[in-house]
């Protein structure tokens, strides 16, 4: 493992309050100190930003069962391609994640083929049914980071309230797609002035919020850590807000397309732009940006959900829900949050890097000397355009094909392995 000095950067270190202009050494997969070897590798990152590897908390990699529609091996290496170096696996797999066995392949195939860090999270059901609690404490045993049946909702509140009594005493967060499905009953974009034009079924969002809601009452009176997943509506940030500011211990994730795309842009019946929960009204948009700025949603993730072309390439109604993101999430954060003045990058960073980190409890995130060399170096002004045909990714569902974007992750390192290297930095391998 060779030597690897970056030369000239602003380092941001929201874990250990740096905002400063220092050299990095990594020595033997870690963070170190002193003065580099007379044959390291110095690579020159003037102008660039260098950050700890950013974390991704919700990730799905389709292994086992779904590999034609990615593997760990490919979801990883979009994930670095984007500046990602430890990403959250979903448990949505053929078999489910609701056991040890199926957690303990996951990290066995990571370890094997995948170039970013790998953290799983099991089923908070059997099946992710909402009938019978899976074995939490097996889980746990087995590594998982969380417990979430994502892409399904636990209907009931009882069980809800089992799942989260049994989690705390784990001391794991459970992670839940808000979505009562009464509510939402089949719908496949929001509910409103769009889907009655478009003639298509609506998913309203108050199918969310009543659930952001129980979860928010459920917390509190469980004290368990509660993450509601891809906030997509305006009263679902005000709820989270309130529940905070008593000190409910709830928490809300952000995505790109729900800070960036409306209802609207489904009137060519694109179903790139078909994700669960839906897009919605600008005001919901703005509702988000406002949550990410003021700190009610403490975390930014992908939702990366990659699907064959041919599934996609069917009637709107019938395509599969999602879309990929691990490519072009960060120039997403960078143009709409950093360049547009709404958030400062040191921010950005923390809710990328140290905040997941320190809730995960991952070990990771930061850039103290002796940790784990996990570095993300970024060009703040690169102006890119988004291209399907490039991605690394398996699948190539973005609903931001052709998007002009400002920043991107050029040189990535994952245990002070070299990962990523867009602009040849480090020489011929």
Not at 255 to 272: A, C, K, V, W
Not at 327 to 356: D, W
Request: aromatic share 4%.
């Amino acid at each position: 493992m060779k030597e690897i000095l970056l030369q000239g950067a602003r380092v941001i270190d929201p874990g250990s309050g740096r905002d400063q202009k220092q050299d990095i050494l990594i020595r033997d997969g870690k963070i170190a100190s002193g003065k580099a070897s007379a044959d390291a590798l110095v690579v020159k990152v003037d102008g660039c930003v260098v950050t700890p590897g950013l974390i991704d908390p919700h990730v799905h990699l389709r292994e086992p069962g779904q590999s034609a529609k990615e593997t760990i091996a490919t979801g990883t290496a979009a994930a670095v391609a984007g500046g990602f170096t430890s990403v959250i696996a979903m448990p949505n797999t053929s078999p489910t994640a609701d056991g040890p066995n199926t957690i303990a392949w996951i990290r066995q195939r990571a370890r094997e083929t995948g170039v970013a860090n790998v953290f799983t999270t099991g089923a908070i059901s059997v099946g992710q049914k909402g009938e019978a609690l899976a074995p939490f404490g097996a889980l746990k045993q087995a590594g998982v980071v969380g417990l979430t049946d994502d892409g399904h909702c636990i209907q009931s509140a009882e069980l809800m309230r089992r799942a989260l009594e049994y989690a705390r005493m784990f001391d794991l967060p459970v992670l839940d797609h808000c979505e009562d499905s009464s509510l939402s009953a089949g719908g496949v974009m929001n509910e409103g002035k769009w889907s009655r034009i478009l003639g298509l079924p609506g998913w309203p969002g108050i199918a969310e919020e009543v659930i952001v809601a129980r979860n928010a009452l459920l917390a509190e009176l469980t004290g368990a850590r509660v993450l509601c997943q891809h906030i997509s509506s305006a009263a679902s940030v005000r709820i989270l807000r309130e529940a905070r500011a008593r000190g409910v211990p709830i928490e809300g994730e952000a995505s790109p397309h729900h800070m960036t795309l409306t209802d609207d842009r489904i009137e060519g019946y694109n179903t790139d732009f078909k994700m669960n929960p839906p897009l919605r009204t600008r005001s919901d948009v703005e509702a988000i940006l406002q949550g990410v700025a003021d700190g009610t949603l403490r975390f930014l993730a992908t939702d990366h959900a990659p699907h064959c072309s041919y599934e996609k390439e069917v009637e709107f109604d019938q395509a599969p829900f999602g879309v990929v993101g691990l490519e072009t999430a960060l120039g997403i954060y960078l143009t709409e949050l950093v360049h547009s003045g709404l958030v400062p990058l040191g921010e950005v960073v923390a809710k990328m890097t140290s905040v997941p980190s320190n809730y995960f409890r991952l070990e990771r995130g930061t850039l103290e000397t002796g940790a784990v060399a996990d570095v993300t170096v970024i060009d703040l002004e690169r102006k890119w355009t988004v291209k399907k045909s490039e991605f690394k990714s398996k699948s190539h569902n973005t609903p931001f094909e052709g998007r002009e974007l400002r920043g991107r992750a050029v040189f990535t390192i994952v245990g002070g392995i070299v990962r990523h290297d867009l602009d040849g930095r480090a020489g011929a391998p």
